[in-house]
Each structure stands twice: as C-alpha cells, then as structure tokens.
C-alpha cells in the first residue's frame, strides 16, 4: 500500500509546484525507495512530461515539441526529395533533346557490322548511305547517347532507328546489356505492333 501522496496528487504537484514535487522525491527516495521507484521515479523517467515548472495545467508540451520538428524534418526530406527527383528528369530530358534536334542524328551501316537476319531482330529497313550523311558524322555518339537515343526512339515506336542506335553500343559499355535487352523487346514489340 503506498505511504505518499497518490498519482493524481503527483501529477497537480509536479504540474503546479515543481519545488514541492522535488522535495518530496528526495524525502521518498531514502525513506521509502519502493514508494519512489513505483511513483515518483516514473516522472523524471519520462521525456515527454513537461520539463519547465510553469503552470501549464497539462504535461503534453513535450509531446507537442517533439510531433513538430518530427512533421518539420518529414516535410523538408520529402521536399528534398521530390525537388532532386523533378531536377534529375528534367536533365535527362534536356540532354535527350539536345542530343536529338541539335545535331543531325544519321544512321549508317559499317562494313563492319554483321547483318541480322530478319527472324532474329524483326528489322526490314536497312538504314542508306546518302551524300549528306557520309561527310557529316565526325561525330561519334558514346555508348549512353545512344543507349538514350535508342529509348527515345522506342518511346515514339520508331524501332528500326532504335535499333541502329543500340547497336551502336560497344561490348565493354556499362549499358550494352541494357541495350540488348531493348532489342530483344523490340522483336516483340514489333511482332505486336505495339
């Protein structure tokens, strides 16, 4: 049976009266450590009670504290977020379409590339030399120009000059497995005329 002053009586003392509350925390904790450990000892425990001694009336300052800079940090790392996501595919955007209109993409075939057969792309256009694209090209495009170029033209279901493009990636490029994937799906993308 406790020997002190109740929980309510606890809680108006160490709302109202903290000095009060305090003295008798030290009183209990060496004449009756049981009594202290199983009711005062709870309030300094406890973080989210309130800490200043003003006569707020409820402990819930803490807890209110504590809730806002939770919701302040949330809100801004799904600020960052979304701000590097938007910024990140606009870029990608951007470089797609200054890779794409200021230069004039061609297509043309080097005595070194091996023909596909039909079964195994689905290709039936063969990209031509012409005068204008022969002397042009100096320019070679790396592995991921391409590879984005050839995704682009995907997009727009142009998949005879996608494919040109993703062949043009190299064995040793990060994205020539990428890039073979996509041929593959071209196959059944034209197969389904999707």
């Known amino acids: ?70 919701l302040l940090v949330f809100i801004g790392a799904l600020s960052a977020g979304l701000f590097l996501y938007l910024g990140s595919s606009e870029s990608i955007n951007e470089k797609v379409e200054e890779l ?29 030399e012409t005068e204008e694209t022969t002397g042009e090209n100096t320019e070679e495009l790396s592995g991921e120009d391409n590879y984005i170029i050839g995704a682009k033209y995907i997009a727009e279901k142009k998949y005879d000059k996608a494919a040109w493009h993703l062949k043009q990636i190299k064995k040793g490029d990060k994205r020539y497995k990428e890039a073979q994937q996509l041929l593959e799906s071209i196959k059944y993308l034209k197969r389904f005329n999707k």
């Open 1 to 70: 049976m406790a020997t002190g002053p109740s929980k309510e009586d606890l809680e108006t003392y160490w709302q109202s009266s903290r000095q009060y509350f305090d003295e008798l925390a030290r009183h209990y904790q060496t004449a009756d450590p049981e009594y202290y450990k199983e009711f005062i000892k709870p309030f300094y425990d406890n973080p989210f009670r309130s800490v200043s001694s003003g006569r707020q009336g409820k402990s819930g300052g803490g807890k209110v504290i504590v809730v806002a800079v939770f």
């Open 100 to 128: 794409t209109s200021d230069k004039n993409v061609t297509e043309q075939k080097t005595t070194k590339e091996k023909k596909i057969t039909r079964e195994e792309t689905g290709i039936t256009e063969e990209p031509t």
